[in-house]
């Protein structure tokens, strides 16, 4: 395989505008904040809680959930959020909603008209939100944000996607999705996820039957979490068209060993080390979060789960591509002066297995002891990744999680494609 990580470093046209190092951008970007003078320590501003926080059961490509459109899959989290905490849905100010493939049945607004499916008023509005896999991440900081600076009183954050419905790629079928500029700058390189995690575990000389070791233990890790009845507070199920409710994550592989994912083919390069077992599965799936103030909750009688902490952005090298919660989270524990030894959980989505093994050797979770944290209830390699809803799913598992087990500090980070990621730190609130 050729290297292709070096192809952006050489490219003569990678500049278009005047870059600094790391380091001399932290130093230029202090050098501003001293010529303003301190920065508003905000006191007073507003915290921003997570009151309830409700998913689906996570749904297999074509299995349970695909005969529901994903703006209904919306609706029924949403109608199970206010019928949870007994609010008035006329008092939330706005859906931050997440969903990645926005064409076909999710082209047109998903979070706007999932409030008039679930029959609340037509004065909320909406928003659909795409940063790639980490919409629904990505609209709970939006609206964390909006919370603390005094924007909303209450707002839901949250996200879907129906994969079966709306297919993975399809909205890059037609048209020059990266512009011919990107291309220019990366040598016309094909901006492939599955390249990205193998030149991961190049990188980091992850084996085969290592990165299929770490998709058993995801495997054997949700099915204990299903047994323990761990998911049974955060999943609302869902009524199907031929009566049945479907209740619990499907993707699951019960005894999934090495042994049996070293039959598969590599998907995709003939000697490569990835292929469908060790990547996160296509599913269908939604989650929503609602998100107030510690003083609204308390007007509404509702118990605070986790507050809101920080968060952080990042870009990475974009043809690697999955690398970017590395440096996500490094910069979420400088901005809070954290250490990685203070938090208590990880939820690292694991796009592909090598994602979130980089990321606990580059930062240092590679005891035995230290595993335990990450991932602790399997991950999207054993339950699923509906892209779009994945993010507040996500939330949702670390926010009970942490209830359930009395743990001080939880983080959450995704990689996305063209080489972002985010980091979100979360605190226990009781």
């Not at 904040?33 to 409700?54: W, Y």
């Not at 082209?107 to 008209?113: A, D, F, L, M, T």
């Not at 629904?136 to 900081?141: I, K, P, R, Y």
């Not at 890790?221 to 299903?226: P, S």
Request: hydrophobic residues 40%; proline residues 6%; charged residues 20%.
């Amino acid at each position: 395989m050729r290297d292709c990580r070096s192809v952006h470093r050489c490219s003569p046209a990678r500049r278009l505008t005047p870059e600094l190092s790391g380091q001399r951008r932290i130093e230029h970007i202090e050098s501003i904040r001293n010529q303003h003078g301190p920065r508003d320590t905000g006191e007073d501003m507003p915290e921003a809680v997570v009151v309830e926080a409700v998913r689906t059961p996570i749904g297999k490509r074509n299995g349970s959930l695909s005969g529901v459109h994903p703006v209904d899959l919306s609706a029924h989290v949403l109608t199970r959020l206010v019928e949870r905490t007994g609010i008035d849905p006329a008092t939330i100010d706005d859906v931050i909603w997440g969903c990645v493939s926005q064409i076909g049945d999710q082209s047109s607004n998903v979070g706007r008209y999932a409030t008039l499916a679930a029959g609340w008023p037509e004065t909320v509005p909406g928003i659909t939100v795409n940063r790639a896999c980490g919409s629904s991440q990505a609209a709970f900081e939006q609206a964390a944000h909006g919370v603390i600076a005094g924007q909303y009183d209450i707002v839901v954050a949250g996200g879907v996607e129906s994969m079966s419905r709306v297919p993975l790629g399809v909205t890059r079928t037609t048209g020059q999705p990266y512009g011919p500029r990107v291309l220019a700058r990366y040598d016309n390189f094909p901006f492939n996820q599955g390249t990205g995690a193998e030149l991961i575990a190049q990188k980091w000389g992850f084996s085969r039957h290592e990165l299929d070791s770490y998709s058993s233990r995801s495997h054997a890790r949700a099915a204990a979490a299903i047994d323990a009845g761990a998911f049974t507070d955060q999943i609302t199920p869902v009524p199907l068209a031929d009566g049945s409710v479907f209740d619990t994550d499907e993707g699951l592989r019960r005894g999934t060993t090495p042994e049996k994912l070293a039959k598969l083919k590599p998907s995709f390069t003939d000697d490569g080390v990835i292929h469908a077992g060790n990547a996160s599965q296509i599913s269908d799936g939604a989650a929503a979060l609602l998100v107030t103030t510690p003083e609204k909750a308390a007007q509404l009688g509702l118990t605070p789960i986790v507050r809101y902490k920080a968060g952080a952005v990042s870009g990475a090298d974009p043809i690697m591509m999955l690398t970017g919660p590395i440096p996500a989270t490094e910069k979420l524990l400088r901005r809070t002066g954290l250490s990685i030894s203070d938090i208590g959980a990880f939820e690292v989505n694991e796009a592909f297995a090598p994602v979130p093994m980089a990321w606990a050797v580059e930062l240092g979770l590679t005891s035995e002891k230290d595993q335990e944290r990450l991932n602790p209830l399997g991950g999207a390699i054993a339950v699923g990744h509906p892209l779009g809803g994945s993010g507040a799913i996500l939330m949702t598992r670390l926010a009970h999680h942490m209830r359930a087990n009395n743990i001080q500090y939880g983080l959450q980070t995704m990689c996305e494609g063209g080489g972002t990621a985010n980091a979100t730190l979360v605190e226990l609130a009781s």
